[in-house]
């Protein structure tokens, strides 16, 4: 728990029980209404963030929401968890979905052959009815168990869901064939269900509906397992992020190397950073200089030059020399544990996405019970006896059970995240659909995303009777052997266009300047053109008109020299991906505005935006200042996508309507973002709103067709004309028609296809 504002205290409760959407909103509205409370309930989290006066209780807010017929605690503290007693949070997760499976195996593996008996007349034996009331008792006592609590739930406090009319469903079509059975006719030995498409009165003693409870019991039992299991991550932003950092640091303590868990530092420790090693926590450099590289949590692409009196954030990486740090802050003081919370409270505070399916169950539900109930009465009322009265009513709740709307969603999102993974786009799930109909506004970052994230040799300037392959030669073998990012760059880049480098017969790092050495009999210099001013050289008028230019750009320019002569000047930068300017007309194109949005400094960030063709440039921002970006862009009104790949991105990713994840990033970012694009290329982000959009529009047209069936039919349910093949019929068809809809799915194509 933690003390906000003063006289308020904020607190993050873990809610069990949840079945949908739906519950999400009542546990909300339940703790809202409560005198002092302000509440926010995500489903897919399963965490209610609760602000209250400090007078309330934390035990009254649970009480609050087990009254609501769910669960509550506080979260398990991260020290104890993860002390190593008892389970891990993964293996928590496994124990959470195995009754899950379990009941969805039991569930597939007895349904199958009771529809089968129950359409293919061959199959209809002697006996067939009293084997597919052996097979499908299991389905629908044990299998769709959850569904019948959930119902139960709902039903102690009046509201009405999917669970309820699955459970209505089921229970009237296996109670109703019971009867049949055993007091009606469908046990005589040689019943069948024959194809007659006739309308006519029956008193429904020969009919048996044990393929609709348990076939619908498995639709949608496999619809809430995929659902489960895409729920399981979300929190593993949250540790992607933690496990970016150092896990052991080599401590100073009276003269000598200590190695200890990072756990285990103290704010004024010093500790030892080897080139390669990551930065253990926040701190100051007391001894040494170095590059180092924080591009993952800063998006600033160049690494930065630190020398004594220079602070440095934990979890960077020291591309350079020899560090010694003494560290100012440590655990949830540091800038890493400070964006993991941002990430966190992203995910939190996002409403969660109303299932349509859930939203026209709360009408159609207690409409369909009330016309069961009213045809009851109806029958009974007009003298027709008291079958034929249960048979109406009862074939009304049949007719309504959702075998069709069982498979709309989880069918559809089947197809299209196949055929998205395919194309190298991954769908988290079904709320991220209704997220991509409504983004006008799309944020990139730049470094990785617009960009490739690596440091390239762009352009050589050569001075007059200067050739540019003697300069790349002997640049590039002096940059070969410093382990500095840029030089490694320059390096890279030579070897490509002269081939074979040849090795420098001596060689020095000059800290925060550059290199030197003799490379082929020529003593060169290669770095800042402070370091050819300190050997008396100057840069030609070309030469400098190159180097200004290529700065004022946001580029990096290295000056080279030899034998006592400038001779060229070097821009390397983090070059523009060749496929941006395509995928930013191509966003265009789908009613997007873009905007880049960054933290490396505002020249390279407006020269990469103009080459792309974006007009909006946000420059030099903080982690948490991209996320307030969102929060203003949202504010103005605005549905917001975020398209990122570094850690420096994971909370503006969770905080935005639409999170897009490059696969070619980090961890933290791709847990934190609603899509993935596994190919690290833009105009994968295009395609994968087209994708998203057009999935979407299938769920939807799903769920007409799976409700105009239902509503359809009803009439003649009600009427007692329906005979039970005309309704098996139907309820075939309609599933058939969703199943085959979605399927269309499999023809989407890349726009570059």
């Known amino acids: 728990m933690t003390t906000t504002t003063p006289g308020t205290?904020?607190?993050?409760?873990?809610?069990?029980?949840?079945?949908?959407?739906?519950?999400?909103?009542?546990?909300?509205?339940?703790?809202?209404?409560?005198?002092?409370?302000?509440?926010?309930?995500?489903?897919?989290?399963?965490?209610?963030?609760?602000?209250?006066?400090?007078?309330?209780?934390?035990?009254?807010?649970?009480?609050?929401?087990?009254?609501?017929?769910?669960?509550?605690?506080?979260?398990?503290p991260p020290k104890a968890a993860e002390s190593g007693d008892g389970p891990s949070d993964e293996e928590k997760a496994d124990e959470e979905l195995r009754p899950l499976k379990q009941r969805l195996i039991t569930a597939v593996a007895l349904a199958v052959p009771t529809i089968l008996m129950a359409m293919v007349p061959a199959l209809q034996f002697a006996y067939w009815q009293w084997l597919s009331l052996t097979l499908a008792a299991p389905v629908v006592v044990y299998a769709a168990w959850p569904f019948h609590k959930a119902a139960w739930t709902n039903a102690k406090h009046g509201a009405a869901t999917m669970d309820t009319l699955i459970s209505v469903g089921t229970i009237a079509a296996f109670l109703w064939s019971l009867w049949a059975l055993f007091f009606g006719t469908a046990g005589t030995p040689g019943m069948t269900h024959p194809f007659e498409f006739t309308i006519a009165r029956t008193d429904g003693a020969g009919n048996i509906y044990l393929e609709a409870a348990a076939g619908v019991t498995a639709f949608i039992l496999a619809g809430r397992y995929f659902e489960a299991r895409s729920k399981r991550k979300a929190g593993a932003a949250l540790k992607a992020l933690m496990q970016l950092g150092a896990k052991e640091v080599t401590v100073l303590k009276g003269g000598r190397e200590v190695t200890v868990p990072t756990a285990e530092l103290q704010v004024g420790d010093r500790f030892l950073v080897r080139p390669g090693e990551k930065i253990a926590t926040d701190g100051t450099v007391v001894e040494g200089s170095s590059a180092v590289d924080a591009s993952m949590l800063t998006g600033e692409s160049v690494p930065v030059e630190v020398s004594v009196g220079d602070s440095v954030t934990g979890a960077t990486l020291n591309a350079g020399g020899r560090l010694v740090v003494e560290a100012t802050r440590v655990g949830s003081d540091t800038q890493l544990a400070r964006m993991a919370k941002l990430v966190e409270d992203a995910q939190n505070g996002k409403a969660a996405a109303q299932r349509l399916a859930d939203k026209i169950s709360a009408v159609f539900v207690p409409v369909v019970i009330a016309l069961a109930l009213g045809t009851l009465g109806f029958w009974l009322g007009t003298g027709q006896g008291l079958t034929a009265a249960f048979t109406a009513a009862v074939a009304v709740l049949i007719i309504a059970c959702p075998c069709a709307l069982g498979l709309a969603t989880p069918t559809a999102l089947m197809v299209g995240t196949g055929r998205g993974a395919q194309l190298g786009i991954l769908i988290k799930g079904p709320e991220v659909l209704e997220t991509t109909r409504k983004v006008d506004t799309i944020v990139l970052d730049k470094t990785g995303t617009v960009t490739t994230g690596r440091m390239t040799l762009i352009k050589v300037h050569t001075a007059a009777g200067t050739d540019e392959t003697d300069v790349l030669r002997l640049a590039g073998a002096l940059e070969h052997s410093s382990e500095h990012p840029i030089a490694q760059a320059v390096a890279t880049g030579a070897a490509a266009r002269v081939g074979a480098l040849p090795t420098p017969e001596d060689f020095a790092n000059i800290p925060g300047l550059g290199v030197q050495g003799v490379v082929d009999g020529h003593a060169v210099l290669v770095g800042r053109e402070k370091l050819l001013q300190e050997w008396a050289m100057e840069l030609t008028p070309s030469l400098k008109a190159a180097k200004d230019a290529a700065e004022t750009a946001g580029k990096t320019a290295i000056a080279v020299a030899w034998d006592g002569e400038a001779r060229a000047v070097l821009e390397v930068a983090d070059a523009v991906k060749e496929t941006s300017a395509e995928a930013i007309r191509r966003l265009r194109a789908l009613g997007l505005t873009p905007i880049l949005l960054t933290g490396d400094n505002k020249a390279v960030a407006e020269a990469v935006a103009a080459e792309v063709g974006i007009d909006e440039v946000i420059a030099e921002v903080m982690p948490q200042d991209k996320v307030d970006?969102?929060?203003?862009?949202?504010?103005?009104?605005?549905?917001?996508?975020?398209?990122?790949?570094g850690v420096n991105d994971a909370a503006a990713l969770a905080q935005a309507d639409l999170g897009l994840a490059m696969g070619t990033g980090t961890d933290a970012a791709i847990e934190a973002g609603d899509l993935t694009l596994v190919r690290g290329d833009?105009?994968?982000?295009?395609?994968?709103?087209?994708?998203?959009?057009k999935t979407l529009g299938t769920i939807r047209s799903n769920l007409f067709w799976a409700f105009a069936y239902n509503v359809a039919a009803l009439p003649l349910a009600a009427a007692g004309l329906l005979n039970p093949m005309i309704a098996g019929a139907a309820m075939a068809f309609s599933s058939v028609f969703v199943v085959g809809n979605s399927l269309r799915l499999r023809g989407f194509q890349a726009a570059d296809k």
């Open 9 to 76: 205290a904020q607190v993050e409760l873990a809610i069990g029980g949840m079945t949908c959407a739906s519950c999400a909103a009542r546990i909300e509205k339940k703790l809202n209404r409560m005198d002092g409370v302000e509440a926010t309930v995500n489903y897919a989290t399963e965490k209610a963030k609760v602000t209250f006066d400090a007078d309330i209780a934390v035990a009254d807010l649970i009480a609050t929401v087990e009254a609501t017929g769910y669960t509550a605690q506080e979260p398990t």
């Open 629 to 645: 970006v969102v929060k203003r862009l949202q504010g103005e009104g605005r549905s917001v996508a975020m398209v990122g790949d």
């Open 682 to 693: 833009l105009r994968a982000a295009a395609d994968a709103i087209r994708l998203s959009r």
